[in-house]
């Protein structure tokens, strides 16, 4: 069955009246070894969409979406459940990590505080039986330090490497997935390889907590909170997986909307929860104050880099980033101008329409960008369809507005001071430039499958 955004013959996503959907998510739970009644069974029913799923590229075998069906609650409540057995062996230590752009959708919608919101999520999920609560700002630091080192490396190669520049971000699981199934090699050579800050976090909870707890990554079941379903995807990526330990560094993605469901399925409502200071990886140290980095709906990724690379290769100290928009507010570009000639140009490439344009400038040979940081979400992050929805699938623009009210009002931290980021780089990463630093922290982007008709899909 095709979506209204494909133009292929074949193509695997559901539409909501799909009914061979439930067929699907009936089949992958039947094995579960949990067929008795527990406390989450009326929870367990909801579903995922893949309706609402960005990454349409015609748009994924089956093998994916039988997987990708298992991104779902009832695969978080039967790890729950297997907790409440008398069988140790199948226990397993339950860590949920959340994305800091989930957090202003909480506050927003039950009239919180950030920090409110973020320690009262808390509190929930360990109502659960959840043991362990992050917050993956550390992992975004880890992703922006790295991303900002390669683009300096790329800039130094340019005149030497056809593909060094434009770099392109690499954050936005909904953006990969395009250009690797969609676009060709031309494209995919000039993403960065840092990975995301979803999957960096995989990498600190399955391999620096799991070391710290003398645990093996196995015995972590991993969650991570997120405002869009294509993190599912980006979940079930083969260079995500530890088959030594069959393990993958990310066992399940909840959007920020399928949490609440869970709280109004339990008629919980998130002002009546205890607030629980939120964990950390280091030790019985807890979270302080939420914290974000520069940008307006997002991680910040053009505004880090910009000023990085701005004092890195021109020896300019810049403050404030001024914001062009061009053809309308989800692509603009920012500019730094040395002696009279503008020496960086960077971009910000928000929803496919804007993708699409950027790639056709790119194939003719038009294209006047260093760096690009590209969102499949129209608005950004905060906008991920997995939150701010109204019930017919629209964007809740009030609840959004709220939102990155609250956004924006969050306090400012620079990856670079952050202490724990340089511990974990000098203690478990062996070092910035370490091969350890290098296999943990990047991975690399490829076309596959590549098409004939790659640019005629109608966003």
């Known amino acids: 069955m095709k979506c209204e955004n494909c133009t292929k013959k074949e193509c695997s996503k559901k539409q909501k009246n799909d009914d061979t959907q439930s067929t699907s998510v009936d089949a992958l739970s039947s094995d579960d070894g949990f067929e008795e009644k527990n406390e989450f069974d009326t929870l367990a029913n909801a579903k995922i969409l893949l309706s609402d799923c960005l990454a349409c590229d015609s748009c994924m075998t089956s093998e994916e979406g039988a997987r990708v069906f298992q991104q779902n609650q009832k695969e978080f409540f039967r ?200 964990d950390s990886l280091f030790a019985d140290i807890k979270e302080g104050d939420v914290v974000r980095h520069d940008g307006k709906r997002s991680d910040g990724y053009l505004e880090h880099i910009f000023k990085h690379a701005a004092k890195e290769l021109f020896g300019m100290d810049v403050k404030e980033i001024t914001y062009k928009a061009l053809k309308n507010k989800d692509f603009q570009e920012v500019t730094l101008e040395k002696d009279g000639e503008t020496v960086l140009r960077f971009a910000a490439a928000y929803g496919f329409r804007n993708i699409q344009n950027m790639v056709l400038k790119l194939k003719k040979g038009k294209f006047l960008y260093h760096f690009v940081e590209v969102l499949a979400c129209p608005g950004g992050c905060l906008n991920g369809k997995g939150q701010a929805q109204t019930e017919d699938g629209k964007p809740d623009r009030a609840l959004l507005a709220q939102m990155e009210e609250v956004y924006a009002a969050i306090p400012v931290r620079l990856p670079e001071t952050n202490l724990h980021v340089q511990k974990v780089y000098q203690d478990w990463l062996e070092g910035m430039d370490s091969k350890k630093a290098q296999e943990t922290l990047h991975t690399t982007y490829s076309a596959v499958n590549q098409s004939t008709s790659s640019l005629d899909i109608k966003w």
């Open 79 to 278: 790890v729950l459940n297997l907790n409440k057995k008398c069988d140790t062996s199948k226990h397993k230590v339950l860590a949920v990590s959340i994305c800091p752009q989930s957090l202003p959708y909480f506050a927003a919608k039950f009239n919180l505080s950030v920090n409110e919101a973020a320690k009262r999520l808390c509190g929930f999920l360990k109502s659960l039986g959840v043991h362990y609560v992050f917050d993956t700002t550390i992992a975004a630091d880890f992703s922006i330090l790295e991303s900002q080192r390669e683009f300096v490396q790329r800039y130094q190669r340019r005149n030497q490497e056809e593909h060094a520049l434009p770099m392109f971000a690499s954050a936005c699981p909904g953006w990969i997935r395009y250009a690797e199934r969609v676009l060709t090699n031309l494209v995919t050579s000039h993403i960065c390889t840092a990975k995301s800050p979803q999957q960096i976090m995989g990498s600190l909870v399955k391999g620096y907590f799991a070391r710290q707890q003398n645990l093996s990554p196995d015995k972590i079941f991993h969650v991570v909170v997120a405002p869009c379903y294509d993190k599912k995807l980006e979940a079930l990526r083969e260079d995500f997986y530890t088959a030594l330990y069959n393990s993958s560094e990310v066992d399940c993605v909840l959007t920020s909307g399928e949490i609440v469901q869970i709280m109004e399925q339990r008629n919980v409502s998130m002002k009546d929860v205890p607030e629980v200071a939120v």
